[in-house]
């Protein structure tokens, strides 16, 4: 058989046979004095084999082991890990479509999904509850509540454990019932009124303690480390505090370095 005629009896292109030749998988016949290969039936039914197991998953790599022992223990094997790996790759699945089932559900409310989502159910919750405060206000809404939002879906995409405590702490300190988030939309509008201020403005000192007191003794704790170095933080280009801060205007930026420290005392 020519190569085209093994190609199509094993269901291949030729440009796959003769890769599998370069990498060793299907051994390369010599070459007749025409300079054709002449194909056995042997070749076919190896090619055909390498075709119906690269179909189930395997690797190249793990079809050279299977080629490789003909008693088909490896290939027992190979199918073994193969079928837990898909296991694992369908709950993986199962699990996105959850989310995807959670998100076009959102979709369909008449707010529809959050400019900063996709999130997860409990902050899209949360910023459901934003967006119902804002609804409230006399005027338009504080930047500093979009600012917020954009740190909480952060916050909320991170894979870090720290960052995932500090939105859940976050999360209480905005709290779940009206009152606490107009209480928390306020202080949105009384750091909005800084953006333009000088770190010496006089308001300064009572925005931290506006935002002190939403922030419970028992949260305290668990939001800021006793030793962190502000200072430090800050002045590494490539950490998240400096990139953080570096977001703020001064004023506002001077809120939360005082905030910070103020909280680094109360848990001394």
């Given amino acids: 058989m020519r190569i085209g ?5 094993a269901g291949v292109t030729t440009r796959t046979v003769r890769h599998y030749h370069r990498i060793g998988l299907l051994p390369e016949p010599a070459r007749h004095g025409n300079g054709y290969r002449d194909y056995t039936l042997r070749d076919a039914v190896e090619l055909t084999r390498i075709r119906k197991l690269t179909e189930l998953g395997l690797s190249l790599d793990e079809v050279a082991d299977v080629l490789a022992d003909d008693a088909g223990k490896d290939l027992y094997e190979v199918l073994s890990e193969l079928d837990a ?15 995807l089932a959670e998100l076009l559900k959102q979709a369909k409310c008449d707010d529809g999904l959050p400019v900063e989502g996709p999130v997860s159910p409990e902050v899209a919750a949360l910023f459901t509850q934003m967006a119902q405060a804002s609804a409230e206000l006399p005027g338009p809404e504080p ?6 939002r954009e740190l909480f879906a952060l916050l909320d995409g991170s894979t870090s454990a720290s960052n995932k405590a500090w939105l859940a702490n976050m999360q209480r300190v905005v709290g779940s019932d009206p009152a606490s988030m107009r209480r928390v939309y306020e202080v949105y509008a009384q750091m909005d009124e800084l953006a333009d201020a000088n770190v010496d403005d006089l308001r300064i000192d009572d925005v931290v303690q ?17 030793d962190f170095d502000m200072d430090a933080a ?9 990139a953080f801060l570096a977001d703020f205007p ?12 103020t909280l680094q005392e109360r848990i001394r």
């Fill in 250 to 261: 001064p004023a506002q930026r001077e809120v939360v370095r005082r905030v910070i420290r």
């Fill in 5 to 9: 005629e093994l190609a199509a009896l």
């Fill in 210 to 226: 506006a935002i002190l007191a939403l922030i419970p003794e028992d949260v305290a704790g668990s939001m800021i480390d006793a």
């Fill in 85 to 99: 790996d898909l296991a694992r790759q369908e709950a993986a699945i199962w699990q996105q479509r959850v989310r």
């Fill in 234 to 242: 800050e002045s590494d280009p490539d950490g998240f505090v400096a």
């Fill in 143 to 148: 930047a500093m509540a979009a600012k917020e």
